[in-house]
Each structure stands twice: as structure tokens, then as C-alpha cells.
């Protein structure tokens, strides 16, 4: 699990490279337009496909990796791709690159010219839901900070967690039960489920119930330990961190999220920055609750902050699979 994360920082997704979770929104996809034709605006038929679609492809993953972990116990040289396989779970590095190349895309000037702020934002498209075409500088940065707090947890923390899990169960003894591999591709499943057919739109108000809920269920707790851990690396003691977790969770309760706000509301009191305010879905305007208000607006200074602590964050939650580690070679 170290190396892995050390491979995922080192050289982040490569696009050459095929990666499991293109394999799985191909499977989606095609799910999705059978589900439709036979289901059509049905929705109980809809809640049931999505339900199917979710199982399938859920447990066809988890699968998966419980069979190339399999094989790396039976094998010592496919032990590379199991590492392989873990960093390719993990998003650390290139979520840090996509929100560092809006920053590098952005104007310096406070107020830059229109036709100025379109590369930056055709680059925030590819990171956030909300439509971008016609956001001003401050917006800008303040939906890298957003993009740079709430996908932290969803795409390095959760799968993080699911992985230390799967080793705990394997240094219980368990080396025949499912493992870090098939825990973390169940759980990245279940999150590219939900970041494709979770929406409450359409057909998809129906189709994506189940991998949506799923989601959230399998993001409810790291969420809320990375809450309760960010404010260490920030330099605050436990009192400050008792602080900082009360006023996480009392600005992250009104989201209709039940961890997207509470993971923005921790960076924010973190990074010291206001977040939320009006974004735009589609034709729609969503009032998000404002975080940690009365703290200056983000800037690049702040977004670069955010990307800080998650680098000493994750570091801090390695020292778990180094204590596991450990004692699988003393019980060696």
C-alpha cells in the first residue's frame, strides 16, 4: 500500500496507460442503454436496473481485484501488478495536477479579460459539475478549492480507507478473504457509479438511486475520520481539533450531501477560507450554505494550501498500513 502510494504520486494516471475505472464507465455506459430500452420511463423498472447495474458491476470489480490479489499471493512476480493495480485506485497526484493546471491557466490580474479566463475554465470543466462557460476569476478559485477539498476525500481517502480495511483483514490471518485490491476497486465502482448516473435528472433520478446511496455509504466514515484528522496536519492540537470538527460538521449539515459538505467545511476551517455560495447546474441555480464565513475568499494561495494538507494527511494515514506491515513480519 506504501509503494503503491508512492507510485500513484510519482507518476499520477498515466494516459497511455489503460486504467480500471475508463473499464468500468465502459461497462456503465452500455448497462445504462440496455437498462433504459427495457425499462424506458418506468420507474420502478428504472430503480430496479439501477439496483442490478450497481450489484454487477459492484461486485464484478471487487471481484476482479479479488482475483489478481489472488494471483500476486501465488505468484511472487505478479506482485507488480498488484502495486500497479493499488495506485491505480488512489488519485492523489492527478487530482493535484488537474487543480494545479487551472491555477497555472488562470490570469494574475484581478480583473482579466473575458476571452483571458476561457482556458482556465475549459479546465475546471473537466473537475467540477457545474457549468464553468461563464465563471469570473474569484468563482473560479473558489471551485478549485471546492473540487480540490470534496474530491480529496472521494478520490485518495475512501479508497485509502478500503484498502487499510482489506489489510487489516489480511493481517488478521484472513489471506483468503478479499483484500485491499478488492475492497478499493468495489469502492471506485461504487464512487464512478455515482459520478455517472447520480443525478437527480431524467431517468437518472431513478437509475442512479442505488450507486448513489451506495456511494455515500461507502464514504460516510472516511469522510468523517478525515474531518477528525485534517486539523493535525494543520497544526492544531486536540482541542483545536475537537473545535474544528464541530464547526465542520454544524456548516457541512445543510448540503443535501450528507459528505460533500462536511469534507469542504473541513478543508475549509483547515485552510482558514470561505467556501459555497451560487453555483450553476445546467439552466439551474444552487444555493450551497456558505463554510466557514467571515474567512477571506479563496485564492490561489488557499487552493495551494488544500493541496498541501492532503499531501500530509495522506502521509499521516499511511502510518497505519506501516504498523500493519510491521506486524505481519513479527507474526513472520
Request: charged share 15%; hydrophobic share 50%; with cysteine.
Amino acid at each position: 500500500m506504501i509503494a503503491a502510494a508512492g507510485l500513484d504520486r510519482l507518476a499520477g494516471d498515466p494516459r497511455w496507460s489503460p486504467h480500471p475505472v475508463v473499464v468500468m464507465g465502459w461497462w456503465i455506459s452500455r448497462l445504462r442503454r440496455l437498462a433504459e430500452s427495457w425499462a424506458g420511463d418506468r420507474p420502478t423498472r428504472l430503480r430496479g436496473a439501477g439496483a442490478l447495474i450497481t450489484v454487477l458491476l459492484v461486485g464484478g470489480s471487487g471481484l476482479a481485484g479479488w482475483g489478481l490479489e489472488r494471483l500476486a499471493l501465488a505468484h511472487a512476480a505478479a506482485l507488480p501488478l498488484l502495486w500497479i493495480a493499488l495506485a491505480s485506485a488512489l488519485a492523489g497526484r492527478s487530482l493535484e495536477q488537474a487543480v494545479r493546471r487551472v491555477l497555472l491557466l488562470l490570469p494574475a490580474a484581478d480583473n482579466p479579460q473575458d476571452s483571458e479566463l476561457i482556458p482556465a475554465r475549459q479546465a475546471l470543466g473537466w473537475i467540477v459539475g457545474r457549468e464553468t462557460a461563464q465563471l469570473q476569476r474569484a468563482d473560479i478559485l473558489r471551485a478549485a478549492a471546492e473540487t480540490a477539498s470534496e474530491n480529496a476525500v472521494d478520490g485518495l481517502f475512501a479508497p485509502l480507507f478500503w484498502m487499510l480495511v482489506g489489510a487489516a483483514i489480511w493481517s488478521c490471518g484472513a489471506l483468503a478473504a478479499p483484500g485491499p485490491l478488492a475492497l478499493a476497486w468495489g469502492f471506485k465502482a461504487a464512487s464512478t457509479l455515482d459520478s455517472m448516473l447520480g443525478y437527480r435528472r431524467g431517468r437518472l433520478r431513478w437509475l442512479g438511486t442505488a450507486g448513489a446511496r451506495l456511494d455515500d455509504l461507502l464514504v460516510w466514515l472516511p469522510c468523517r475520520l478525515v474531518a477528525l484528522s485534517l486539523p493535525l496536519v494543520a497544526g492544531q492540537g486536540p482541542r483545536g481539533c475537537w473545535r474544528l470538527w464541530l464547526l465542520a460538521r454544524r456548516d457541512g449539515a445543510p448540503d443535501p450531501s450528507p459528505n460533500a459538505g462536511l469534507s469542504q467545511a473541513a478543508y475549509a476551517h483547515a485552510a482558514g477560507v470561505q467556501l459555497g455560495g451560487l453555483n450553476r447546474y445546467g439552466d439551474q441555480l444552487k444555493a450551497k450554505p456558505l463554510l466557514a464565513a467571515g474567512q477571506p475568499g479563496a485564492d490561489a494561495a488557499a487552493v495551494e494550501r488544500m493541496l498541501r494538507l492532503t499531501g500530509r494527511l495522506e502521509l499521516l494515514w499511511l502510518l497505519p498500513a506501516l504498523g500493519l506491515g510491521m506486524l505481519g513480519l513479527a507474526a513472520q
